[in-house]
Each structure stands twice: as structure tokens, then as C-alpha cells.
Nanobody, 125 residues
Framework: VQLRASGGGLVQAGDSLRLSCAAS????????MGWFRQAPGKEREFVAV????????YYSDSVKDRFTISRDNAKNMGYLQMNSLTPEDTAVYYC???????????????????WGQGTLVTVSS
């Protein structure tokens, strides 16, 4: 499956932004989907993950209650709604997918099979 993330941009602290992840090549419903981010000088970190059927989303503590992950399998799309953004959320955001449950249960970044190209989110104070 090929993934393409979009929707990033420059916003102010407190603003909202919605990222999209377009999947192609194989039915998106076959895959768990997640979002990760990488800030300058830091390692890529987990943000959120959702099951193939939309159930049981999980979030990192740093974004819980502010971000919402969702998906529309009929449109082969995934989303990350980000509210109450802070400068600490500044990063390149990547969508990821894997048919293995590893993505859903906290597999390491290096073991995740499919990645989008990333979209930059910059939050100014």
C-alpha cells in the first residue's frame, strides 16, 4: 500500500489542523493505521493508532484529549484531527500502516512496513 500524508502547515498556538492520509494500491481496510511525528533533532515518536475497523484508538500521553485519529475505509483515507496545538507539536507528521498487529500494539518504528512521506506542522507561539 502507498500512503500520502497532507494537510500540514503553519498555525498559531491554540489553533486546529487536520491531517489526511490517502492510501492506494490495496484496500485500506486490510491495515492498521497510525500517525507518528519527528521533531527536529529528535527520534520519530508514536502519536496515535487505530484498528483496521476503526475501533480502539490509542494515543500518546502528550496528545491524548487533543488529537483524534479516524479513518474512512470506503474512501481509503485516514485522518488526524489536532486541536489546541502548541509549539511542542511542531514536527513532521507521518502516517503509517501495517497489516500486522504490531503497529497497533506498540511495535518499534523500524518494524512498521508502510510509511507516507510526511507533512510538516509548524506551531508558532
Amino acid at each position: 500500500v502507498q500512503l500520502r500524508a497532507s494537510g500540514g502547515g503553519l498555525v498559531q498556538a491554540g489553533d486546529s489542523l487536520r491531517l489526511s492520509c490517502a492510501a492506494s494500491g490495496r484496500p485500506f481496510s486490510h491495515y492498521y493505521m497510525g500517525w507518528f511525528r519527528q521533531a527536529p533533532g529528535k527520534e520519530r515518536e508514536f502519536v496515535a493508532v487505530i484498528s483496521w475497523d476503526g475501533k480502539g484508538p490509542y494515543y500518546s500521553d502528550s496528545v491524548k484529549d487533543r488529537f483524534t485519529i479516524s479513518r474512512d475505509n470506503a474512501k481509503n483515507m485516514g485522518y488526524l484531527q489536532m486541536n489546541s496545538l502548541t509549539p511542542e507539536d511542531t514536527a513532521v507528521y507521518y502516517c503509517a500502516a501495517d497489516s500486522s498487529t504490531g503497529l497497533y500494539y506498540g511495535a518499534s518504528v523500524g518494524s512498521i512496513k508502510y510509511w507516507g512521506q510526511g507533512t510538516l506542522v509548524t506551531v508558532s507561539s
